[in-house]
């Protein structure tokens, strides 16, 4: 008996592209985010995010709120960094409105929205670091450190995660006595906290064998994605709105914008380590320059009411261009309250960055994004 | 190579630092004084009675409405017992609803409100969402029983820019006329 | 005095565009821009004929050269709905804000989407959120919302539902599934003395409310206010006194649920519809025979249930009760097939002899 050996026909050979679906129940996604993944073998070739699965209205409700109310709504749009939220929208109410806010309420938020933003990025080593594959190990070490942040703004604003602290025109109630020792005291372990991080991720060679040359933006492409923070900055455009367009006082830090120079995920992760170094120096020098005094504009009424007119305000959040756009027809309440999230934009490039790579590497793609669903959905 | 032995040298490290959490249910951390538990109402003990009014501003200003109030005449009023002419009748706070913003303290003229800081403001769990509507002897209770010591009352907000509410003032100035 | 002149007299030009206007009107002569002052950047207003020449400038203008954009929202102006891009330069360090508008009628825009690729998930925002059409964009999905809503969230006709609607309704679900869970057991129904009580606190608080706005819209002062509503409350509460009376003790227990009973003979139609022509298309009938063996079926099902609709309800047995035979049952049929084993009899008539004994058993308890 013969085995009759022929070539397979041509149909035989087709092979189909499966979809994969990725969430929005799945650890890898940070929050509830859906992807759809064609894949071919392991490679992916197109790629479909599915988001609103946290769409609740963030922009509607404060449309219905006077402008102290809405500002629990903005801790709520990015849960990681609410001090850089609060603060977006409490400058632009008080633009809006002509108000100046007294000099040490501004250098208090300066330093708890710096804190946030440490605070932010080792939220995001913590999650990155579980992505790339060493597991628990920096997720504990960056929350450790995490949480000596979250120690010290309980102490000053009452709350762990929707602090409401920032007001137009200055900030709720005043710092505690001790709080210049108690954030040196912070300072101090973040510091020892990120060579910690340091050692552990940055020289070693499964996270760099994992993330070199992945997902590379240029620097066209992401200006033309809208990407912005340390995604822009990875691929070597020198931007930060706290060096071009500076805001409150961020004019009178001294601080380095630290650039990647080729995009890809290892130089986000990298640019967000060095972001934190350069906080600690704001945070050091604001302590230095901190001046007592009144922390609430003079003659503020109970309920502020802004001339008719608008404003697009925008803040460098931990994820990027946190922007605030408010419509005031002279009432209390703001007639239009759009956020444009840092998220939302850094997120539709999703689809560019990831096709041609491996299924593994898009989820650490993702993570690389920081994403933060709420500020994505609103 | 360099790398790994640099990461392992790390977490060896690591293993001879103190740990930093503690176990939770049977032993707590201290909560700082302006922690933020939900809101409760102050008791006055000179005259017996609650600091609030009923004034419902607290209900006006949550950004959640999760608040209802009524007033009612003070009968120790009648009696001349109180300054009060209005007290508080009835009063629900839905904690399901409410978002631990802190808006009810800053506006309340008469210091009546605060947010809880001791761990049963924030230790709430319950079988039935229907029982975390909260009605005025639940929101009393830690206040006249002298549970909570110390709630944190600084003076913030708008009170900072120097302008005093109306009837603070009328009531310091009443203060001042009845001891004089 | 010279000073509140000038001032007045610059209020009634309409304001001049700055540097970056300038750069605009230099680039599109035949553009008429309109200049909206706004703090930290410019804005100006282009008509929707003009937009595409104008947005494909600002990005490939020299001088211009826009390659960032920052920001798109919709704004609803009730009549018209508006279309606000931010734009921002990277090699100039220069911003500006651009506004078109369209008709409520014809929500009609050019897209920028080829031009900025970040334009892309942001129009598909506007669209859904404010039913704005963004003419050549590729992929107009909603984004956030699901889709085929029908109406669009953002827009200001789209209120805001009051907290309360909701809120009533579900604790009203909490309310009726009580309710019936205590006529299904046999028990009075609880009266909550405290749901009662908050919603009659509620409706004061409401009276209160309704009544001072409109003392106050009256002019009246404040004694008169007060009074006002003091007569209201009164009112109020002798109109509650005068309901509770007709209403002696707590409400009577309500009847099982009609809507739930609804559901569910709707759910039992649906699925003999579905039995009955899967039925049909097995045995290869018809569009028109399916359609009458359908109806037939249906038919049969709603004579079956007015048939049994009268029959009186089956005596229930108490539970207890139940549980009781159950298990002398189950000590019957064990006992039985142990004696059956020791016997030696084959599995089959293992089974006979159980079932014959079980036979025997329900006879017993009939008589």
Redesign the interface.
Known sequence: MTVEHRAPAEHELDTIDININVGPQHPATHGVFRMVLTVDGEVVTDLDPV??YM?R?N???P??CDYRQAIGYHDRTDYLAQFSTEHCFVEAVE??AGLTAPDRAEYIRVILAELNRIASHLMFFGAFATDVGVFGTAFMYAFRDRETIQDLFEEVTGERMMYNYFRPGGVAWDVPDDFSERTKQVLAKINSGLNDLDGLLMDNEIVLARCRGLGSVSPEDA????LSGPMLRASG?Q?DIRR??PYSIYDRFEFDVPTGDQGDVFDRMYVRLEEMHQSVRIVEQALAQMPEGPIMAEGMKRILRPPA??????VESPRG?Y?V?I?SNGSDKPY?H?V?GAS??NL??LR?MSIGHYVADVIIILGSIDIVLCEV?? | MLGILKAAATTVRAAFRKPVTVQYPSEKKELPHRSRGFPILLWDFDKDESFCTGC?VC?RYCP??CM???MKDNPKYAEGKSTRKKIV??F?IDYA?CMRCDICVEVCNFDAIVMNNTWEGVELSRYDR?DL?M?LPALERQSQSGELKDPFREPMGVAHSGWTPKNEKEEAEKKEGGEG | MAEADTKEAVEEQPPEPGPVGRLFQAALPDVEFGV?E????E?LTVTRDDFARVMDAAHNDERLSF?????L?G??YLTELET?Y?LYS?SR?H?I?IKVRCPYEDPHVPTVSHI???A???EREAHE?YGIVYDGHPDLR?????EGLGYY??RKSHP?AE??DWQEDYLDA?QKAKEQAAAASGEAPPVDE??R??EL??K??QI?KKTRDKARDEGLSAEDQKAAVQAALKQFEEEQAAADAAQPGAAPAKPVDERAAKIQLAQQKGALIKKTRDAARAKGLSSDEEKQAVAEALKKFSEEREAAAPAPAKPVQDRAAKIKLAQEKAVLIKKTRDEARAKGLSSDEEKQAVSEALKKFSEEQKG
């Not at chain 1, 007119?309 to 925008?314: L, Q």
């Not at chain 3, 706004?38 to 950047?41: H, I």
């Open positions: 988001i609103g769409h209205g922009e509607k409700l449309e219905n633009t809006l200006i033309n994605w809208g455009v931007h071009a367009e007119g608008e404003i697009y305000m925008r261009e922007g756009y419509v239009r759009k444009r939302f934009s539709s490039a560019a959905d609103r | 419902q209900a959640v409405d209802t109030v009524t009748d009835e629900y609803r229907q509507v009605d | 909206i706004t703090p930290l950047n804005t390659d960032y954009l920052r920001c929202s704004v609803d606000v931010h990277f360090k911003t804000a900025w690729h970040t892309n998930w942001h959120l909603p984004l956030l919302t699901e969230i953002m805001l907290i309360e909490i405290k749901a009580k908050i606190a509620q004061k608080a209160i």
